[in-house]
């Protein structure tokens, strides 16, 4: 029998937002490699072995994973979030391009989940409603001058920014160094949303203006949306207000 | 009893790419609304009442829907993809924005959905794997230069960049221009994925080069992703070659 590598993304946390294609990828799957958090997420099977490691250990993981599956076992690779989005994919796949000629000829495949933006942006109501991007702030793998140029690149042409991997314990100032380049360039006004484990019961979401943005309220748990300078308020008497880009956004700029 | 409505979204197409979230929300809808298309995708439901609009609607279909809403019916408004990129959700806000003051007191939820360039990307790969952007192509609502500049901005700055909306009928020559404009910026070698109705039985995903890139293999059903200077193409003897964007991408700018 061939091995084969599942590469599944198991949503932002909500069981109900794992899709059957990725929960039909896990049940078949002999084992389970992924960070602690969200393997624990999984409810145990019977037979199924899990390979649980920190979330600084990708490309290991991938390696250790790659070579189960090379062994034969059906293998699943478990991302919060998409699989493919600041996660385990391209872990794999730069595993492949630098491991054994094997690993070429193993059956992988990726199975998408819902990446915590959208999650995020649904809680506020639509502020990706027009051209959005996605951008890391960690500085772990690329040089912070990258990330600053790709901030004042993205606010200038018009962008939503949803921001990934805002904060941590070893990157405590890029967040708000990031806020700082952004007021430079967008309206005191423009909206933030801190989406915080979102679906799940630790889940806080809160909606402020970029003049006051506080890095505080963002952990490793959030993902931060940036309005652009269409992005839209619209108040609701007791109710939280909702937050979107307009279609037509752009011609503004 | 006060009406609800939910904004949904439902993948790019295949039935397991729906989360059960957005197929519990849709059960309990008494009326459904959206673009033909999407709604025959749905089994029916006893008791439901569908209204099928087509898709340059949008706007008159969120008023629509509100309308009922308010009268107290449980309304689902339902996407392709992800309801709140460039789809309805961004339209029920706007229309809420502009219209009675009622709407603003209605219970408005947005459930969120597999957009199609995750699905896309999974099947080349990783080419999401790092920083990207997603922008529309359609100038009905956005003039042709500020979709110009974002391309050009996006690929100066290192983004992946996925188009949505990439051709149609109405809009024949914007995506050859876009893949001009980008060939002035980027490297021929540049990999591009045109992703057609991923997940369904029509489903055609092309791995090209900018070089080469031919907008007749895009049609309205396709997203197309176009790498940045780092994403990598890892050949595979006998099968489909794997698209990634390096998580280090960004130290070559």
Known sequence: MSGKL???????????????EAREAIAVATDLFGYGPYLDRLPPAAGQQRHASDNREELARARAALDLAASGKRVAVISGGDAGVFAMAAAVCEAVEHGPAAWRALDIAVVPGLTAMLAVAARAGAPLGHDFCALSLSDNLKPWPVIAGRLRAAAAAGFVIALYNPISRARPWQLGEAFAILREQLPPATPVIFGRAVGRAAERVTITALAGADPALADMAT????????????ERPGLPPLVYSPRSSGADR
Do not use: Y
Request: charged content about 5%.
């Open 6 to 20: 599942h590469v599944i993304g198991i949503g932002p946390g909500h069981p109900d937002q794992i899709t059957p």
């Open 223 to 234: 993902c931060v949306i940036v309005g652009s300078p269409g992005t839209r308020v619209v």
